[in-house]
């Protein structure tokens, strides 16, 4: 005898397929990771649970093709994602002063002392080179702008004879002389370092001949230990720039000179 076919039954498991799916898509677009995996899994193996209807085997294979597109969707966005993570995270450009930092060798910096007596001493150590005295002081908000110039003056004319003595003009006693080492150590700075270790009360800013007592300041002496150059905030026709030292340094290490020297 033909028995009729349920389609009261098809229909209830129709509807209850369609809940599946519409649960499934739901949990995907609110659980992200591992608990959307479990979801997915856990959904598939109840539709295949139920009766091996025609309309239920036509659902599940929709079903199993959704979910793969959604699959894929999932790790195009998790890859765009951990895209835009490595561009946010990448570090910015150095500075100019951080490149030059960045180039030089790490030195182990010895602070020496030194008054306005014998500072002579110290230039005529070197007769026979050009001696760059400079003096900064860690107050002084242009000295610690442009000392990374000094690294890069040394770095330039070294090789030719530069030599170059940085004064520090801070009050010498053990915390000062901690601070200025560990910023010389973090700077880098390949050049000879010295702290003043006269009295204030002595005005040494006067006897180391400091116009208007104001810093930055440098002076430069020629080979044979003359002052040619000396560069502050008083004159304006002598200010304490980088182009004006980069011109003073230029006219004592002429071109022909660092030619030959390269040369041999």
């Not at 028995?3 to 397929?17: D, K, L, S, T």
């Not at 003043?196 to 208007?212: L, M, N, Q, R, Y």
Request: aromatic share 8%; glycine share 4%; hydrophobic share 40%.
């Amino acid at each position: 005898m033909h028995r009729p076919f349920p389609f009261c039954f098809v229909r209830e498991r129709a509807v209850f397929i369609f809940s599946c799916i519409h649960a499934t898509w739901s949990g995907i677009l609110s659980v992200q990771g591992p608990q959307s995996k479990l979801l997915v899994q856990a959904t598939t193996i109840e539709l295949f649970m139920c009766e091996q209807t025609v309309i239920a085997r036509k659902a599940v294979s929709q079903m199993v093709r959704n979910l793969i597109l959604c699959s894929t969707l999932l790790c195009l966005l998790s890859a765009c994602r951990s895209g835009d993570s490595a561009e946010e995270v990448k570090a910015p450009p150095l500075t100019a002063r951080e490149a030059v930092i960045q180039s030089l060798p790490v030195v182990e910096i010895q602070l020496k002392s030194i008054t306005p007596e014998t500072l002579p001493a110290e230039i005529e150590k070197h007769r026979g080179k050009v001696v760059f005295v400079d003096y900064w002081a860690t107050w002084c908000p242009m000295c610690l702008d442009s000392f990374h110039h000094l690294s890069e003056w040394h770095q330039e004319y070294a090789g030719q004879g530069l030599v170059i003595l940085a004064i520090n003009l801070d009050e010498d006693n053990e915390s000062n002389r901690k601070v200025v080492k560990e910023y010389l150590t973090e700077y880098r700075a390949p050049f000879e370092n010295f702290i003043c270790s006269a009295a204030p009360d002595t005005k040494p800013v006067e006897k180391f001949g400091i116009e208007g007592s104001t810093l930055p300041f440098c002076q430069i002496f020629n080979r044979e230990g003359e002052l040619v150059v000396a560069l502050g905030n008083v004159n304006p026709d002598h200010l304490y720039d980088q182009r004006s030292i980069s011109a003073a340094l230029t006219t004592l290490f002429p071109k022909s000179a660092s030619t030959e020297n390269n040369s041999k």
